[in-house]
């Protein structure tokens, strides 16, 4: 029975197969279109932050008593990479890490127990506490951000402005949600000074209680007749500032007004809230998020539109200005990879009109965009969107998925030059390579599969990698075998009988042209050199053909010679691929900057904004600067998906620093680094690039783990020493190093027993007197504002006065704080950082320019062994930073090799149905180190992530050559040939096809190594295809030859 032929059908089916392609060409175009585009890929933020208050407590009494209960009950969940937490005076944050290798399917449940445990133990938690809240929208990104700034007005009359833009922005389509950033809390002040009530007679808590007994609302009743209900109001409400001045308070025998003894004003929070400044001015950000399923650049266009018309409604002096533009930034980063990938494509085209002539290399050509809207359609399919990820793996693909056009063309064309017609000739490239075609794309895309069953967020972040490459390959292979036979039988000219092209036609000056090409080049004449045709002539007969055959018949006499070369080779080069250096990913080409402030723990919000103030004044005069941000107290909100971002703290500022180019940015960064920093001699400043990839955060980074606080704090300065010594790093610092100010109340317990206050009276009346006691709420319009009664500013603000305050007691008199109380003045822990449930501070730095961060790493740990060998039991000194989330990202990959090998073993006994065949292919998979080594050397550049999934698929890449190769030789011994001439034939024949497929994928690449992402991988590719085919062409026969006892004398099979 004869087998099906999918090529002989085609050219049986002209009409459905061209309807085919058009229809595929049309919803191709369509789905580019409809491809959703972003920056980065999505990857989930496997991250929860639990966040608990208990007022008035210190960070001991929150570690012991809130945080180290929840990290407890957290660890229950055994779903967790690590634990982190912080303790401040009054503030727990518990930082609970998903494991890595956990799906984003599975995230939403492990969210759900982790509220449901710490649910579960809320009641064992100090009463006085507030919450547990929980934030896991850490993946939520704010591509578009807004500043609303007004000189001369307040945050109340801009906080109302803001609502309504906010209004006006939600109706956008494609917005998601819109956050207020910066925003700061009205509050109605009642100042009353505690000596004067004393006077009067009159304690904090008397007036306390009659402002919210006036201001209540509460539910009286109605009155019904026989025809209506009439509802009941009871007057009383504050409807305005003046009511509340005008409340009359009871004084012994007489009434006062409040406003007489209090200042009753509207202010905002004090102390203020974390705040956002642009460009040295005060701002209300509105954060734009855009919904999920959305078009970014559809968004972004909106969102022009709509700030161009609410520009026009504001008044005179309130501005509405642009800080983050994510979509310009997308248009940008798409429009550079939409470059290399049209240059790529005219590279492709040029190597198959070079080395196919002009009407055999336009078959290729016409089958790239097929191919390419054929993968668009599948990408829109199955939900693939258009990022730096994809974009990078269409370029990459581009170089590979022309192979299967380039061999069947190649063979298709070879038969009809010996006489065969366009259906048997189809008909034979479908027989003779078909199959192992999609064995070698089969395994070429197998060569990614390590990428697709990473469970790690870098895994996840590069997944669309495998997922693209795959299927551009899978649809390149049914091109292949479907549409180049059509396009083969329609474009081709008789290559048999083949007519002179006319004198002076395009055809005629092209073949002219090729012919002085080869003329001038020898070396690579079989490439470029026009077909010489004629009825007795064997194509595998030109002069490079014969030279090529007595040089394998050289290599299969001198076997073991090139083998041990070859090893030679492989050994050498794992040798000097420690000279490589190493990386995780590249810093982002983004025009940002980021600067980080930090003060010493315990530091107010208003000193950390002077600090924020000065840096202002000296970035408004800095050229190539486009704007800066501020974040007062807090970090930026996530405008770039795989920001670091940071928490809130009254002692920290982040600035973003927008500037004009890359160039710009470099000579701002320098500056700062140089001459900016020194200027805030008490202050930790930071300034970095945006990060590629999931965030690391400070790239070195030394954990010491331990029991006892002052043990884990001496160990950490011996470790910050040593990494000190390194000249490569800068900015070393500890997350948690020197104790905070505290100020002690000691009580006279009989003192104040006798006097009829207690130490919980004090705490109340300082509480109220210093920062505020809420006693109602003022309400306006749909706004309820907090009333607060505090003291006045003399009292507030002097802390020697602070003994001399008078406070009421139980039987209506007064005293004053120092007839119970003395104070003392001291130092404590103004954080605690926990990980694991274990006391841990963190040893961090960065790094100098021109170094690596795993390099740098490799040369600190010998230095720390001998504080490592010293360290009591229980203690632990981990590595963190680069290095550990980069030996995270390979362990995930590595965890799929094993997947990667059953599935390429499978598919080479499937092809080959022999072991020593399959063996042999496999011996050629690592071939390609000793090429991408080369590379990296030669072009000194670093070996990343990146680089190290397209080394992984690049086996894949040389065992697709080795598997046509093999292939084609067991054809030829089955056909009856001799084993000798059949390596050497077989050889031949491939030698073409398997140097032009090569060809155009390294070529495709040099676009590819321009970018700061890819460059590394592309290089890596580059050398290894280079190498790696050399090997397949020279090596495999010499290995086959060894492998199998070849002899030059022997004939049969």
């Given at each position: 029975?004869?087998?099906?032929?999918?090529?002989?059908?085609?050219?049986?089916?002209?009409?459905?197969?061209?309807?085919?392609?058009l229809?595929?060409?049309?919803?191709?175009a369509?789905?580019?279109?409809h491809?959703?585009?972003?920056?980065?890929?999505?990857?989930?933020?496997?991250?929860?932050v639990?966040?608990?208050?208990?007022?008035?407590?210190?960070?001991?009494?929150?570690?012991?008593?809130?945080?180290?209960?929840?990290?407890?009950?957290?660890?229950?969940?055994?779903?967790?990479?690590?634990?982190?937490?912080?303790?401040?005076?009054?503030?727990?944050?518990?930082?609970?890490?998903?494991?890595?290798?956990?799906?984003?399917?599975?995230?939403?449940?492990?969210?759900?127990?982790?509220?449901?445990?710490?649910?579960?133990?809320?009641?064992?938690?100090?009463?006085?506490?507030?919450?547990?809240?929980?934030?896991?929208?850490?993946?939520?990104?704010?591509?578009?951000?807004?500043?609303?700034?007004?000189?001369?007005?307040?945050?109340?009359?801009?906080?109302?402005?803001?609502?309504?833009?906010?209004?006006?922005?939600?109706?956008?389509?494609?917005?998601?949600?819109?956050?207020?950033?910066?925003?700061?809390?009205?509050?109605?002040?009642?100042e009353?000074?505690?000596?004067?009530?004393?006077?009067?007679?009159?304690?904090?808590?008397?007036?306390?209680?009659?402002?919210?007994?006036?201001?209540?609302?509460?539910?009286?009743?109605?009155?019904?007749?026989?025809t209506?209900r009439?509802?009941?109001?009871?007057?009383?409400?504050?409807?305005?500032?003046?009511?509340?001045?005008?409340?009359?308070?009871?004084a012994?025998?007489?009434?006062?007004?409040?406003?007489?003894?209090?200042?009753?004003?509207?202010?905002?929070?004090?102390?203020?809230?974390?705040?956002?400044?642009?460009?040295?001015?005060?701002?209300?950000?509105?954060?734009?998020?855009?919904?999920?399923?959305?078009?970014?650049?559809?968004?972004?266009?909106?969102?022009?539109?709509?700030?161009?018309?609410?520009?026009?409604?504001?008044?005179?002096?309130?501005?509405?200005?642009?800080?983050?533009?994510?979509?310009?930034?997308?248009?940008?980063?798409?429009?550079?990879?939409?470059?290399?990938?049209?240059?790529?494509?005219v590279?492709?085209?040029?190597?198959?009109?070079?080395?196919?002539?002009?009407?055999?290399?336009?078959?290729?050509?016409?089958?790239?965009?097929?191919?390419?809207?054929?993968?668009?359609?599948?990408?829109?399919?199955?939900?693939?969107?258009?990022h730096?990820?994809?974009?990078?793996?269409?370029?990459?693909?581009?170089?590979?998925?022309?192979?299967?056009?380039?061999?069947?063309?190649?063979?298709?064309?070879?038969?009809?030059?010996?006489?065969?017609?366009?259906?048997?000739?189809?008909?034979?490239?479908?027989?003779?390579?078909?199959?192992?075609?999609?064995t070698?794309?089969?395994?070429?895309?197998?060569?990614?599969?390590?990428?697709a069953?990473?469970?790690?967020?870098?895994?996840?972040?590069?997944?669309?990698?495998?997922?693209?490459?795959?299927?551009?390959?899978?649809?390149?292979?049914?091109?292949?075998?479907?549409?180049?036979?059509?396009?083969?039988?329609?474009?081709?000219?008789?290559?048999?009988?083949?007519?002179?092209?006319?004198?002076?036609?395009?055809?005629?000056?092209?073949?002219?042209?090729?012919?002085?090409?080869?003329d001038?080049?020898?070396?690579?004449?079989?490439?470029?050199?026009?077909?010489?045709?004629?009825?007795?002539?064997?194509?595998?007969?030109?002069?490079?053909?014969?030279?090529?055959?007595?040089?394998?018949?050289?290599?299969?006499?001198?076997r073991?010679?090139?083998?041990?070369?070859?090893?030679?080779?492989?050994?050498?080069?794992?040798?000097?691929?420690?000279?490589v250096?190493?990386?995780?990913?590249?810093?982002?080409?983004?025009?940002?900057?980021?600067?980080?402030?930090?003060?010493?723990?315990?530091?107010?919000?208003?000193?950390?904004?002077?600090?924020a103030?000065?840096?202002?004044?000296?970035?408004?005069?800095?050229?190539?600067?486009?704007?800066?941000?501020?974040?007062?107290?807090?970090?930026?909100?996530?405008?770039?998906l795989?920001?670091d971002?940071?928490l809130?703290?009254?002692?920290f500022?982040?600035?973003?620093?927008?500037?004009?180019?890359?160039?710009?940015?470099?000579?701002?960064?320098?500056?700062?680094?140089?001459?900016?920093?020194?200027?805030?001699?008490?202050?930790?400043?930071?300034?970095?690039?945006?990060?590629?990839?999931?965030?690391?955060?400070y790239?070195?980074?030394?954990?010491?783990?331990?029991?006892?606080?002052?043990?884990?704090?001496?160990?950490?300065?011996?470790?910050?020493?040593?990494?000190?010594?390194?000249?490569?790093?800068?900015?070393?610092?500890?997350?948690?190093?020197?104790?905070?100010?505290?100020?002690?109340?000691?009580?006279?317990?009989?003192?104040?027993?006798?006097?009829?206050?207690?130490?919980?009276?004090?705490?109340?009346?300082?509480?109220?007197?210093?920062?505020?006691?809420?006693?109602?709420?003022?309400?306006?319009?749909?706004?309820?504002?907090?009333?607060?009664?505090?003291?006045?500013?003399?009292?507030?603000?002097?802390?020697?006065?602070?003994?001399?305050?008078?406070?009421?007691t139980?039987?209506?008199?007064?005293?004053?704080?120092?007839?119970?109380?003395?104070?003392?003045?001291?130092?404590?822990?103004?954080?605690?950082?926990?990980?694991?449930?274990?006391?841990?501070?963190?040893?961090?730095?960065?790094?100098?320019?021109?170094?690596?961060?795993?390099?740098?790493?490799?040369?600190?740990?010998?230095?720390?062994?001998?504080?490592?060998?010293?360290?009591?039991?229980?203690?632990?000194?981990?590595?963190?930073?680069?290095?550990e989330?980069?030996?995270?990202?390979?362990?995930?990959?590595?965890?799929?090799?094993?997947?990667?090998?059953v599935?390429?073993?499978?598919l080479?006994?499937?092809?080959?149905?022999?072991?020593?065949?399959?063996?042999?292919?496999?011996?050629?998979?690592?071939?390609?180190?000793?090429?991408?080594?080369?590379?990296?050397l030669l072009?000194?550049?670093?070996?990343?992530?990146?680089?190290?999934?397209?080394?992984?698929?690049?086996?894949?890449?040389?065992?697709?050559?080795?598997?046509?190769?093999?292939?084609?030789?067991?054809?030829?011994?089955?056909?009856?040939?001799?084993?000798?001439?059949?390596?050497?034939?077989?050889?031949?024949?491939?030698?073409?096809?398997?140097?032009l497929t090569?060809?155009?994928?390294?070529?495709?690449?040099?676009?590819?190594?321009?970018?700061?992402?890819?460059?590394?991988?592309a290089?890596?590719?580059?050398?290894?295809?280079?190498?790696?085919?050399?090997?397949?062409?020279?090596?495999?026969?010499?290995?086959?030859?060894?492998?199998?006892?070849?002899?030059?004398?022997?004939?049969?099979?």
């Open positions: 029975m004869r087998r099906f032929n999918l090529s002989e059908w085609a050219l049986s089916n002209r009409p459905l197969v061209l309807f085919a392609m229809a595929f060409a049309l919803i191709g369509w789905s580019y279109k491809l959703g585009q972003s920056e980065d890929p999505p990857f989930t933020f496997k991250a929860m639990v966040r608990t208050l208990w007022p008035g407590a210190t960070a001991e009494q929150v570690s012991r008593q809130v945080t180290e209960p929840l990290e407890k009950a957290l660890m229950n969940t055994g779903e967790y990479e690590f634990i982190r937490s912080y303790s401040r005076p009054g503030e727990s944050q518990v930082i609970f890490m998903a494991r890595d290798s956990l799906r984003s399917r599975q995230i939403p449940d492990l969210w759900y127990q982790v509220r449901k445990r710490v649910g579960d133990i809320r009641p064992t938690l100090p009463r006085e506490i507030v919450g547990p809240f929980f934030n896991d929208e850490f993946g939520d990104t704010y591509g578009n951000i807004y500043a609303l700034t007004g000189k001369g007005f307040d945050y109340a009359v801009m906080r109302d402005y803001a609502d309504r833009i906010q209004l006006e922005l939600q109706r956008v389509p494609d917005v998601g949600k819109i956050d207020l950033v910066g925003l700061q809390d009205e509050k109605v002040w009642i009353l000074s505690n000596t004067r009530l004393a006077t009067l007679g009159v304690s904090m808590q008397q007036v306390q209680q009659a402002l919210a007994d006036q201001n209540a609302v509460t539910g009286t009743s109605f009155f019904e007749t026989a209506d009439v509802q009941l109001r009871v007057t009383g409400q504050f409807n305005d500032i003046e009511a509340i001045r005008q409340f009359p308070i009871r012994g025998d007489r009434t006062v007004h409040l406003g007489d003894i209090a200042e009753v004003k509207r202010g905002f929070a004090d102390p203020a809230s974390p705040k956002m400044r642009f460009m040295g001015e005060e701002a209300i950000g509105l954060a734009v998020a855009m919904k999920d399923g959305g078009d970014i650049l559809k968004l972004g266009a909106n969102l022009d539109a709509e700030f161009e018309r609410l520009q026009k409604t504001l008044p005179a002096g309130m501005q509405l200005r642009k800080v983050s533009d994510q979509p310009q930034s997308v248009e940008e980063s798409v429009g550079e990879f939409v470059q290399v990938l049209t240059e790529a494509v590279i492709v085209l040029l190597v198959s009109f070079f080395s196919l002539g002009l009407r055999t290399g336009l078959v290729v050509g016409v089958t790239i965009p097929l191919v390419l809207a054929m993968t668009f359609f599948v990408m829109h399919y199955f939900d693939i969107g258009l730096k990820i994809s974009l990078g793996a269409l370029v990459l693909a581009l170089g590979l998925l022309v192979d299967d056009a380039i061999i069947a063309v190649e063979m298709m064309a070879t038969k009809m030059e010996q006489g065969y017609d366009r259906l048997r000739a189809a008909s034979f490239a479908w027989e003779s390579t078909a199959f192992p075609m999609l070698g794309t089969l395994i070429t895309a197998a060569g990614f599969l390590p990428i069953t990473a469970a790690s967020s870098t895994g996840e972040y590069t997944r669309s990698l495998f997922q693209v490459v795959t299927i551009a390959l899978v649809v390149s292979w049914i091109a292949a075998v479907l549409f180049i036979p059509y396009l083969g039988d329609k474009m081709l000219p008789d290559l048999f009988n083949p007519q002179p092209p006319k004198p002076g036609s395009l055809s005629a000056r092209w073949h002219a042209k090729r012919q002085q090409w080869a001038r080049y020898p070396a690579l004449a079989n490439l470029i050199a026009p077909p010489q045709h004629g009825h007795d002539h064997d194509p595998y007969q030109r002069p490079f053909y014969r030279s090529f055959r007595r040089f394998l018949d050289t290599c299969l006499r001198r073991w010679w090139v083998i041990a070369a070859t090893i030679a080779l492989f050994i050498g080069s794992l040798m000097l691929f420690r000279f250096p190493q990386q995780f990913f590249p810093d982002s080409t983004r025009p940002e900057l980021m600067v980080d402030i930090e003060l010493a723990e315990g530091a107010s919000l208003r000193s950390t904004q002077a600090q103030e000065k840096l202002e004044k000296l970035l408004s005069s800095r050229e190539g600067i486009a704007n800066y941000v501020s974040y007062v107290g807090t970090g930026s909100p996530r405008f770039y795989p920001l971002q940071q809130p703290a009254t002692n500022a982040q600035f973003v620093v927008l500037a004009k180019d890359i160039k710009s940015r470099e000579s701002t960064r320098d500056w700062l680094l140089h001459e900016v920093i020194p200027k805030f001699p008490d202050v930790q400043m930071r300034v970095t690039r945006l990060e590629n990839g999931p965030p690391v955060g790239p070195v980074q030394m954990r010491i783990s331990g029991e006892h606080i002052e043990k884990v704090q001496a160990i950490a300065r011996q470790v910050e020493a040593k990494v000190r010594e390194n000249p490569h790093v800068m900015n070393v610092n500890l997350d948690w190093s020197e104790p905070s100010k505290v100020v002690r109340l000691v009580i006279d317990q009989e003192r104040a027993r006798a006097l009829g206050v207690s130490s919980a009276q004090v705490s109340q009346f300082l509480s109220s007197s210093l920062a505020g006691q809420s006693v109602s709420v003022y309400r306006e319009g749909n706004r309820q504002i907090e009333m607060l009664l505090r003291g006045p500013t003399d009292e507030r603000n002097q802390l020697e006065l602070l003994s001399s305050l008078s406070m009421p139980a039987n209506g008199g007064s005293i004053t704080l120092s007839q119970v109380a003395t104070m003392e003045y001291g130092f404590e822990d103004g954080i605690i950082w926990h990980r694991n449930r274990l006391p841990t501070v963190t040893v961090r730095a960065d790094i100098s320019d021109g170094m690596q961060p795993l390099d740098v790493v490799h040369q600190i740990l010998p230095t720390l062994d001998g504080i490592r060998a010293e360290l009591p039991s229980g203690y632990l000194l981990e590595t963190g930073g680069t290095v989330d980069s030996a995270r990202g390979q362990n995930s990959i590595k965890a799929g090799m094993p997947l990667f090998l599935v390429v073993a499978t080479l006994m499937l092809q080959l149905r022999s072991f020593s065949r399959a063996a042999m292919v496999l011996v050629t998979a690592p071939l390609g180190i000793i090429g991408a080594t080369l590379f990296l072009f000194r550049a670093p070996f990343g992530f990146v680089a190290l999934l397209g080394t992984i698929a690049l086996a894949g890449m040389i065992m697709r050559n080795s598997v046509i190769l093999i292939d084609q030789i067991q054809q030829d011994i089955d056909a009856g040939h001799d084993r000798w001439h059949s390596i050497i034939d077989a050889t031949v024949r491939r030698f073409r096809p398997i140097v090569a060809l155009a994928a390294v070529l495709a690449m040099i676009p590819l190594s321009r970018s700061a992402f890819y460059g590394s991988m290089i890596s590719i580059m050398g290894g295809l280079i190498v790696g085919t050399v090997l397949t062409l020279v090596f495999l026969p010499a290995l086959y030859a060894a492998w199998f006892r070849v002899k030059p004398d022997e004939s049969g099979a």
